[in-house]
């Protein structure tokens, strides 16, 4: 049953990109399904003066490219939406705001919650949580911060970050997204192990060969060639998404209902890292750079917009990662990102060996993780390839229909109305994941890479092949 949910939204970034293509769209589809009734209402800030009218118009714009409801829908929704002009270093304009989330918690009896939602650049979002504080936004009610990615760019500027915020607001406040973590398939994976005890007690050591995590992309940068250059795949993808996705795979306890357990399990799980000396950098980690496509019609990455065209960035890595803890020691994780692949994928693909047959599994199994297949699209999935079982190794839990019908910021939105930090992530991750991350960039950017590597539509620079044939061992998708 949908229990209607009240509270303000502030959106710092109201006029932006993701605002307007990840979260009204979400509030709206909240909206239609209940979660958002009569009890709520949104506030967009930015720095350009634009009027209710115009800012309620700009949103249905942007609905309209998502859903084909009757306009007059759209228009009820749209009441709910103020603007207010505001730049995040100016302390009268938190005031202004203040005063108005005030008038409308009144009109629509909102109960005094606040989500304060930083869709900004990250750059602002110590500078807007420190002004909440201290100009005396907070209420008697909820209030939650909600940062978005990305967290830092190394562990000194996450720390940093997390001193700022952290001045502001208690850490059982602080919704950090990383967005994959709003993917139900995602989600699903700790029901799934928990939900079938065999394969549960056969993921480790014992049992398990190796792990593959690959999320895989057929675009190039395309207009973020700007962003992409202080950032790279290392950052945008193997610090958060991939780090996260083996916390849901690897982690203790998957039946853990409490998010402080499910946390601690992580913690763990990423504190037990094994560390990286230069020589195993070179030796563990690939990387690579776009160069055009066979026929030489595709950009190659130096060629981008806004890019630098001797550019030193990685849109391609993959690298083997593991971990020293009585589960997963010698079991190493393969882990591989990209732009410009042959496709849009992301799976996990865990490896069984021949030890597996004791439980009663066909020697060498793979299960397959489908976690998306095709951009905007979360109906897939059907999650689990029975290749080679010959049994019913696995069962979905009967809770999981597996529709996969929710978006990942819609459901990640009813986790914040709800209190609910499950599918967040909490600073002592992000700690020991940053750590990890910061030996690789270190030794990367101590030397010159050879770029461009790879061709515009094939799986990566060879090395990635060789990467797990030393090993014995061969990429599951390829
Ligand atoms: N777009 C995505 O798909 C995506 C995905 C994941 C994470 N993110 C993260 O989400 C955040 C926003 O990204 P975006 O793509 O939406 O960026 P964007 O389109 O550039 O939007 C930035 C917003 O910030 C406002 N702004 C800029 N300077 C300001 C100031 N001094 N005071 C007040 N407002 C200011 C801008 O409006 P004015 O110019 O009018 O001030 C605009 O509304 C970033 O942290 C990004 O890393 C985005």
């Avoid at 009240?6 to 979660?35: E, N, T, V, W």
């Avoid at 130096?302 to 589960?327: L, M, N, P, Q």
């Avoid at 410009?340 to 865990?350: E, F, G």
Wanted: include cysteine; proline fraction near 3%; charged fraction near 30%.
């Amino acid at each position: 049953m949908v229990k209607e949910k009240s509270a303000i939204f502030i959106i710092f970034g109201g006029s932006g990109d993701l605002a307007h293509r990840k979260l009204y769209p979400s509030l709206f589809r909240l909206y239609k399904s209940g979660f958002l009734k009569d009890h709520f209402a949104v506030i967009g800030t930015a720095r350009r003066p634009w009027s209710d009218d115009y800012f309620r118009e700009t949103v249905i714009t942007s609905l309209k490219d998502y859903f084909d409801d009757d306009e007059d829908v759209m228009k009820e929704f749209a009441k709910h939406f103020y603007y207010q002009s505001h730049d995040v270093n100016d302390s009268e304009h938190y005031i202004a705001l203040k005063n108005l989330a005030a008038k409308l918690d009144d009109q629509f009896d909102c109960g005094h919650n606040r989500v304060y939602y930083m869709a900004i650049a990250p750059r602002f979002f110590g500078t807007v949580a420190e002004h909440i504080n201290s100009e005396g936004l907070k209420t008697s009610g909820y209030n939650r911060l909600v940062i978005e990615k990305p967290f830092g760019r190394d562990l000194d500027s996450a720390c940093e970050l997390n001193g700022n915020i952290s001045k502001a607001f208690p850490e059982d406040d602080i919704y950090r997204i990383d967005h994959y973590l709003g993917k139900e398939m995602v989600q699903d994976i700790p029901h799934i192990r928990a939900n079938n005890p065999t394969f549960e007690k056969a993921m480790n050591n014992k049992y398990v060969s190796n792990i593959q995590v690959t999320l895989a992309e057929s675009l190039g940068v395309e207009d973020r060639g700007g962003y992409y250059e202080t950032a790279g795949v290392l950052r945008d993808m193997v610090q958060n998404h991939i780090m996260q996705i083996i916390g849901a795979v690897a982690s203790d306890e998957p039946d853990a209902t409490d998010a402080k357990v499910i946390h601690q399990h992580k913690c763990d799980l990423f504190g037990s890292l094994k560390e990286l000396t230069p020589e195993q950098v070179d030796k563990s980690f690939v990387r690579g750079q776009y160069d055009t496509d066979k026929l030489g019609e595709k950009k190659s990455y130096r060629e981008e917009d806004k890019v630098a065209s001797d550019s030193e960035i990685e849109t391609f890595t993959a690298g083997k990662i593991e971990f020293e803890s009585k589960r997963w020691s010698g079991v190493p994780f393969y882990v591989r990102s990209g732009k410009r692949l042959p496709d849009k994928q992301s799976r996990v693909d865990i490896v069984f060996n021949d030890k597996v047959a004791d439980l009663g599994i066909r020697a060498n199994t793979v299960v397959t993780l489908l976690i998306e297949q095709i951009d905007g699209q979360s109906i897939l999935i059907n999650g689990i390839n029975y290749k080679d079982s010959g049994q019913d190794f696995i069962k979905f839990p009967e809770e999981a229909e597996f529709n996969h019908a929710r978006e990942a910021y819609e459901s990640l939105i009813i986790d914040i109305l709800s209190g609910n930090r499950v599918h967040f992530t909490l600073w002592d991750e992000l700690r020991s994941t940053w750590k990890y991350i910061d030996t690789i960039r270190e030794r990367w950017d101590s030397q010159t890479p050879e770029f461009p590597n790879y061709i515009s539509g094939t799986m990566g620079p060879d090395a990635a092949e060789m990467l797990l044939e030393r090993d014995g061992n061969t990429w599951i998708w390829d």
